[in-house]
């Protein structure tokens, strides 16, 4: 069974946005804290947002924070990561996991989509 399947990644110039989305099976999604995290090639894999009980425990890299946006519909067991004004080095895989802490450290996270890509070209 798929647990999180993400989708929405393209290629866009430098300055455009893209929204990300993640399916997630039920129980992945009542069970875990879901994030989403990148790899670019030659890189370690990074935290890029983890949802929080609310927006005060929300949890962005700094290079993203103030352009990407999370959130969440409980409805339909969905993750999505709003992405504005994406620059060069935005360019990554990007994943969506689930783990059992509220951290940004891959690390912590045990569950894991396939990824979908996502290139900036300047």
């Known amino acids: 069974q798929t647990q999180l399947m993400e989708s929405g990644g393209g290629s866009v110039q430098a300055g455009g946005s893209l929204r990300l989305s993640c399916v997630a099976s039920e129980y992945t999604y009542r069970r875990y804290y879901l994030g989403w995290f990148r790899q670019a090639p030659g890189k370690e894999r990074e935290g890029v947002a983890v949802?929080?009980?609310?927006?005060?425990?929300?949890l962005y890299a700094l290079e993203v924070k103030g352009r990407f946006t999370i959130s969440q519909d409980n409805a339909e067991n969905t993750l999505y990561l709003q992405m504005n004004d994406l620059k060069p080095e935005d360019t990554a895989m990007y994943y969506c996991?689930?783990?059992?802490?509220?951290?940004?450290?891959?690390?912590?996270?045990?569950?894991w989509g396939q990824g979908t890509q996502v290139t900036v070209s300047s």
């Open positions: 949802i929080g009980t609310n927006m005060y425990s929300t």
């Open positions: 996991a689930g783990g059992l802490q509220h951290s940004l450290r891959p690390q912590d996270f045990s569950v």
